[in-house]
Nanobody, 129 residues
Framework: QVQLVESGGGLVQAGGSLRLSCVAS??????????MAWFRQARGKEREFVAR????????HYADSVKGRFTISRDNAKNTMYLLMNSLKPEDTAVYYC????????????????????WGQGTQVTVSS
């Protein structure tokens, strides 16, 4: 059974940085068995796409709202995915989730939470103004 465990959230002032981690088990980063992504959900809002890898892990895609500020990366040897968040804004406050899917989908479909089968428990990020 695939398990995803996020960590690294916390309280930070606007303009600060945080790095989130997602440790995965029962899947393989090195063989790209699953497509990996980050989502977030602010209180009272729908879960939204943040960033993801392509299937081979060589390329990345970002939501427009975080492009240029957030960087997704991974360590295949550790089966761990990261989200480095710089220049944080109060509107980045949310619970951040890592997610995995084995579905082969069209480009825009990877931004839809319903297309992901595995989720972590989430880690809270709070950005104060």
């Amino acid at each position: 059974q695939v398990q995803l465990v996020e960590s690294g959230g916390g309280l930070v002032q606007a303009g600060g940085s945080l790095r989130l981690s997602c440790v995965a088990s029962a899947l393989s980063f090195s063989t790209s068995s699953h497509l990996m992504a980050w989502f977030r959900q602010a209180r009272g809002k729908e879960r939204e796409f943040v960033a993801r890898f392509t299937w081979n892990g060589d390329n990345t895609h970002y939501a427009d709202s975080v492009k240029g500020r957030f960087t997704i990366s991974r360590d295949n040897a550790k089966n761990t995915m990261y989200l480095l968040m710089n220049s944080l804004k109060p509107e980045d406050t949310a619970v951040y989730y890592c997610a995995a899917t084995q579905r082969v989908l069209g480009y825009s479909a990877y931004a839809r939470p319903l297309n992901y089968d595995y989720w972590g428990q989430g880690t809270q990020v709070t950005v104060s103004s």
